[in-house]
């Protein structure tokens, strides 16, 4: 099986920074693209930044200049780097990987558990 474990969330003052983690784990082959969606309350996920096998990345223009994703694929592992926080950053933070399990032909999305990432003004 594959499990994906986000850490790194948490409650920090508008200004600070935080960084997010989320490995993955279990009979993987490979990992082809890795993103972070954000969740508020009663609404859809929506995507914070992406990054391809290749290392190509892609950040919305909310998060542009002050969030970055990267990735290890050593360690099977992404991240966002979270700087100049806003209050209106606040959500639930998950993370998905596209995975090919080994043995399997085709790659499936799994998701992180979440992580709640809290801004106060």
């Known amino acids: 099986q594959v499990q994906l474990v986000e850490s790194g969330g948490g409650s920090v003052q508008a200004g600070g920074s935080l960084t997010l983690s989320c490995a993955a784990s279990?009979?993987?082959?490979?990992?082809?693209?890795m993103g972070w969606y954000r969740q508020a309350p009663g609404k859809q996920r929506v995507l914070v930044a992406s990054?391809?096998?290749?290392?190509?990345?892609n950040h919305v223009d909310s998060v542009k200049e002050r969030f970055t994703i990267s990735r290890d694929n050593t360690k099977n592992t992404v991240y966002l780097q979270m700087n100049s926080l806003k209050p209106e950053d606040t959500d639930v933070y998950y993370c998905?990987?596209?995975?090919?399990?080994?043995?399997?032909?085709?790659?499936?999305?799994?998701w992180g558990q979440g992580t709640q990432v809290t801004v106060s003004s």
């Open positions: 990054t391809t096998s290749g290392g190509r990345t």
């Open positions: 998905l990987m596209n995975i090919v399990k080994r043995g399997a032909f085709y790659p499936k999305d799994y």
């Open positions: 279990g009979s993987i082959f490979t990992i082809n693209a």
